[in-house]
């Protein structure tokens, strides 16, 4: 098996502060509405191209709860920087999951013609990889 290594363009992204709180407040809100269990709350701030692909809120929220545990249930929440992946927003949050490891959950975000954010992605790596 080949092993292909992609390197993602990583910078700085220039936000206003408004921006970077309405951001901040969508990712914040998904994760209350995980640890209501409310599916189609969650759902909500997910973008089309992300509920498309998941159809419905309960298979949403089925993939979150086995693939995504440290977002579904986090003892902490800490935003750190919002950088610039693919030339889209990314938001990073260290997470400290139920058995006390912290987590780096990097949220992909998308802004809809009408001007809200939307999260169109994340994915998780370890805290230590990024000091790296």
Same mark, same amino acid.
């Given at each position: $098996?080949?092993?292909?290594? !992609?390197?993602?363009?990583? +910078? ?10 309405? #951001? =901040?407040?969508v ?14 709350a969650?759902?909500?701030f ?16 089925? $993939?979150?709860?086995?693939? !995504?545990y440290?977002?579904? +249930? ?10 610039? #992946? =693919?030339?889209?927003?990314a ?42």
């Open positions: $098996m080949t092993e292909i290594a !992609y390197r993602i363009e990583v +910078r700085k992204m220039d936000l206003t502060q408004a921006e970077r709180e309405a #951001i =901040q407040a990712i914040e809100q998904q994760i209350m509405a995980f640890q209501k269990d409310d599916a189609i969650a759902f909500a997910a973008s089309p191209d992300i509920q498309n692909q998941f159809g419905d809120p309960e298979t949403f929220m089925s $993939m979150v709860k086995t693939g !995504y440290s977002l579904y +249930r986090p003892r902490s929440v800490v935003f750190s920087a919002v950088t610039l #992946i =693919q030339d889209s927003p938001q990073k949050v260290i997470l400290m999951d139920a058995e006390g490891d912290l987590v780096m959950a990097i949220y992909q975000m998308q802004q809809q013609l009408n001007g809200e954010w939307r999260i169109h992605g994340c994915f998780l790596t370890s805290v230590e990889e990024q000091l790296m």
